[in-house]
Every structure is written in structure tokens, then in C-alpha cells.
């Protein structure tokens, strides 16, 4: 790969990505932990602080409003499994190797976050869904309490230290549960931590639905209370890391993996590179950074390269996207982009191979 900017061109389309180096400041003495919550299939209008009261979502929205939300973020392609791909390697999906949902593997000697951050002292720590073929370990993290793709929202398998366990209860809630067990195995062995907190909600269930609640009929409105229920069970972790007293030295992550259509354009599901799909809820805060919102092009590429500069880590040549800190600290960002590439390479959920060019 090209270091710095490099340029891409593919059907004819120019598009520019890659890191540039974006002076933030100094990371305090005590190094910061880090939470990264991601949600599945979560649009980016449906939480509150960006959905005109659409819904309510109280304990995400405590992130956005004591730090910036981006209302122009996009993943690169929008389907669960390269999503997180890309949201730990920081790079397109065409180089780390995985480009299609299910059990596929990043590319050998793929680096993560959590592989960085290990290595600078830090506890680190999954909770949640995963569905990558690459296991948690594999990728750096030295605790994972994990349930595979997607299934039951209720007394769902997990594997847990090793072990595959029946865990009664909701399925976020599990996962909050197990998150706040690893933020005390870490806080007792007095490092910090880097917590990557998966839902699975609002996915839907085994059965390709959301577990309809009483008097809620249609589609839509089985989308938004599952987001309701599932913002509940996040502010479990975030509830509990305040009871704690470690919010002032936390940096909070809140993304969707990717988006989803309500009947948009005629369809349900994802993949394809229209708005409802590839645009998803983003927003960061952290020790003494202000209310912001910012209209900037972001990516889930660029979470990557904002971990590392939360943690004070230099960031890599390899990865193509750039760190967030400025925006977050500062309102803005030196020669930001102004277009990124879409890339669906693989048929899957019925989809042709599919490039695209989003400008502002």
C-alpha cells in the first residue's frame, strides 16, 4: 500500500483515503481507557440525538451531548462481518481480506487496535457478538465473552473464558454484564482497559424478526423499540463505569456497524451503497471535550486511527483512515476528505459486486 494519501481509482472514479498526520493533543500522564460500543444494523437516524424525539434513546444520547456528534458517517461496506473487520484493522475490506458476511478470516498478519494497545499495557476485552472466523484471541483481545452471529435474543450460547455457556436473559444485557466484569479484572490488576462492547440489537432474532412487545404491529416500529431495548442494556456498562469512578479518564465510541433499510427504495436488509444502508449513528466523547457536531465525511476505518491517538499510540502508515481527535478536540481537521469509495466486491444477501463514490 501507498503511504500517506493514496489514490484509488476504480470504474473510472477517483477517491482519496489514507492517513494524514493531524497534530492532536498531548494524551494525559494516566493513560485513558477506552470503550468502543458497537451496535448492529443501527441507522443513523434512529437514536434520539440526531431523530427529532423519532426515539428515544437516553444512555447513547449521554454520549453524543457531552461530546461530538458526526452526522455524516458512513462504514465502507455495510454488512456485519467486514464492518468490524474494518473497524479493527482500520483498512478497506478488498486488503484485510474480508469482504462477504459469515465465518471469513482477516488476512494473516492482519494487525488490530487490540494488538497495539496489548502491547502498550492495556487490559483488553470483548463482549458481545462476534462473527469473524478470526477469533477474539487471534485478534489481540485477552477477554472475550462472546455470542457467534446472530441468534435468539434470549438465553443465548455464549463462550465464556473458554467455555460455551447458556446465559439466561437477554442477550445485550449478558454482554453488559460480562463488560463490566472485565472492567473489574482490569481496574484489580490496575491497568487500563480498551472494552469493545458488541450488541447484537437491533439485529433481529433466529427467526429473521425482532421479538414483536405488546401493541407494536409493523416493521418499523419493532425496529425502534428494539433500539429502545438495547440502549437500555448499554447504559448498564455506562452506568457502571460511572458508579466506579473511571468516567473521567474514559474515552466512550458509540457506531453502527452498519445500517438498515425500513422499506426505503422498496427493501429491507443492507449491502447496497444507499443512504439507509451505509450511513449509521457516530458519536465520541471523553475527558473534557465539549458539545460538538460535526458534518464532516467520517468512516468506520477511522475509528481505528482514533484508538491509537486516544491511547497516545503512534498511528501506522498501513491504515487508511485518519484519527477523529481533532474534530473531537478542536471542530475541525486539516484537509479533510470530501469523498470516500464504497466497495461490495462479493454477491451476498442477493447483491451484485457493487463500487461507489459518496462526495459531501
Not at 434512529?46 to 452526522?71: H, M, N, W
Request: with cysteine; charged share 20%.
Amino acid at each position: 500500500m501507498l503511504r500517506a494519501i493514496a489514490s484509488v481509482s476504480i470504474l473510472g472514479l477517483a477517491i482519496q483515503f489514507g492517513p494524514a498526520s493531524d497534530k492532536t493533543e498531548d494524551r494525559m500522564e494516566a493513560p485513558p481507557n477506552i470503550v468502543f460500543i458497537l451496535t448492529d444494523d443501527h441507522r443513523w437516524d434512529s437514536y434520539g440525538a440526531s431523530s427529532s424525539q423519532r426515539i428515544r434513546t437516553p444512555k447513547l444520547d449521554q454520549i453524543a451531548d457531552r461530546g461530538t456528534r458526526f452526522e455524516n458517517a458512513f462504514v465502507t461496506l455495510a454488512i456485519c462481518s467486514p464492518s468490524r473487520a474494518a473497524c479493527l484493522s482500520g483498512r478497506y475490506r478488498s486488503v484485510n481480506g474480508v469482504t462477504s458476511v459469515g465465518n471469513s478470516p482477516l488476512r494473516a498478519g492482519e494487525r488490530t487496535f487490540a494488538h497495539a494497545l496489548r502491547e502498550a499495557g492495556y487490559a483488553t476485552g470483548v463482549a458481545g457478538k462476534w462473527h469473524l472466523k478470526t477469533t477474539p484471541e487471534e485478534c489481540g483481545f485477552d477477554f472475550a465473552s462472546t455470542c457467534w452471529s446472530n441468534g435468539t435474543w434470549y438465553d443465548r450460547k455464549f463462550q465464556i473464558d473458554g467455555e460455551t455457556q447458556t446465559m439466561p436473559g437477554f442477550v445485550d444485557d449478558v454482554a453488559a454484564d460480562e463488560s463490566l466484569r472485565f472492567i473489574d479484572e482490569a481496574v484489580d490488576s490496575n491497568k487500563p482497559f480498551v472494552l469493545w462492547l458488541c450488541t447484537q440489537v437491533p439485529h433481529m432474532d433466529h427467526r429473521f424478526r425482532w421479538p414483536a412487545k405488546e401493541n407494536i404491529l409493523n416493521h418499523t416500529r419493532d425496529y425502534l423499540a428494539s433500539v429502545q431495548q438495547m440502549d437500555a442494556a448499554v447504559g448498564r456498562v455506562l452506568s457502571g463505569i460511572e458508579d466506579r469512578g473511571l468516567s473521567e479518564n474514559t474515552w466512550f465510541i458509540f457506531m453502527g456497524d452498519n445500517g438498515w433499510f425500513l422499506g426505503e427504495h422498496g427493501f429491507t436488509s443492507k449491502v447496497l451503497a444507499y443512504e439507509e444502508s451505509m450511513r449509521v449513528p457516530m458519536a465520541i466523547a471523553g475527558p473534557k471535550t465539549q458539545p460538538r457536531v460535526s458534518e464532516d465525511l467520517v468512516l468506520n476505518i477511522d475509528l481505528t486511527a482514533t484508538i491509537y491517538a486516544m491511547a497516545g499510540l503512534p498511528i501506522p502508515d498501513p491504515l487508511h483512515g485518519r484519527s477523529l481527535l481533532p474534530m473531537v478536540e478542536r471542530g475541525a481537521a486539516n484537509h479533510w476528505r470530501t469523498s470516500f469509495l464504497y466497495e461490495a466486491p462479493t454477491p451476498q444477501l442477493g447483491s451484485r459486486p457493487l463500487w461507489a463514490n459518496r462526495n459531501e
